[in-house]
């Protein structure tokens, strides 16, 4: 496809560079990338960040590195002004992009969102965490033109995947950003030549999902081997991942990358929820749960050894947060 348009890219994540890589493998030629550095990404608690500097410079696209996440930084918009772009796609930008910038695009700026149901539900906050901790078992992904209000602009596709029992949020973000993908590029030319045909919202069912964030990957032991397993699947990269203390005095606390559900007929008699039943050579291990035990293998911040059997952990002190209210 011949194309003259100045077409950017809006975001700092690793999903960022995957669907621009399949965007140009599909013809669309992208020129211009937003992004921020590593910096202002930790300052923001950016999950997923990297370094699209070399990774865009390579693929012959022009970058520009924003002082501000928000955009709110005068020579920010000076700059993003300054592009003329025709059009942009937001993936990986974690935060609402100004009015501004939204006007400065001729033909609009599209992204995508999605619940495990269709638009309006589900609007706001992290979808894709909500939806596994939930349980649910679908999930359906729109591209949408980006308007001021939280995920509030007409549709213009919409793809639907699985959730299953061994996805994590890693997984999930994958089977997004190929959607996101796969949806611009069938409708890209419909885009360029005005003739997308995109449907406003409707105006009832209207929902939100609240800001998940570290605070909530503290792990309760006393909870069902599901539900813990569902967690830590949940807020697993690309997320700061889920964690609890072993001996919470001593403050020796570890984040947990992946766990399975062991076992529910072994019996460990007098163990409590919390309790390492086992540690094998590899220092993987066996902890108790509210109703059987969990396998963790995946984990980081001090190795647990065989001495440490029957130790407890612990999630500290403070109380479970309540959400109330949330998009069913």
Not at 86 to 94: E, N, R
Request: net charge negative.
């Amino acid at each position: 496809m011949e194309q003259d348009f100045k077409i950017g890219v809006f975001g700092c994540g690793f999903n960022t560079f995957e669907v621009t890589r399949r965007l140009l493998a599909s013809g669309i030629k992208i020129t211009d990338c937003v992004t921020i550095d590593e910096a202002e990404a930790k300052k923001q608690r950016a999950s997923g960040f990297v370094d699209l500097v070399p990774r865009m410079s390579e693929l012959d696209i022009n970058v520009h590195v924003m002082n501000s996440y928000s955009l709110k930084d005068g020579q920010d918009q000076q700059l993003v002004s300054s592009l003329n772009l025709d059009l942009a796609f937001c993936v990986g930008w974690q935060r609402l992009l100004p009015s501004w910038c939204l006007d400065s695009v001729r033909l609009g700026v599209f992204g995508m969102h999605g619940s495990f149901k269709p638009l309006p539900h589900g609007r706001g906050r992290s979808p894709l965490n909500w939806s596994l901790l939930l349980g649910k078992r679908i999930f359906y992904t729109h591209l949408f033109r980006y308007e001021e209000g939280v995920d509030s602009g007409p549709v213009l596709g919409v793809q639907t995947f699985d959730i299953n029992e061994w996805d994590t949020a890693y997984t999930l973000h994958l089977k997004n950003l190929v959607s996101m993908a796969q949806l611009c590029i069938k409708h890209f030319a419909q885009i360029i030549e005005g003739t997308a045909s995109l449907h406003s919202q409707s105006e009832d069912g209207i929902s939100y999902f609240p800001k998940r964030s570290e605070e909530d990957g503290r792990i309760f032991w006393d909870d069902s081997s599901e539900e813990i397993h569902r967690l830590i699947r949940a807020v697993t990269f690309p997320f700061p991942g889920s964690w609890t203390y072993l001996d919470y005095k001593a403050g020796k606390k570890i984040r947990i990358w992946e766990a399975w559900p062991f076992d529910s007929r072994i019996e460990w008699v007098g163990s409590s929820p919390g309790e390492v039943l086992e540690v094998f050579e590899d220092r993987s291990f066996v902890v108790k749960t509210g109703d059987g035990t969990l396998f963790i293998n995946k984990y980081d911040g001090t190795d647990i050894n065989f001495e440490d059997v029957g130790l407890i952990f612990d999630p500290g002190p403070e109380e479970r947060k309540i959400y109330e209210n949330l998009p069913e």
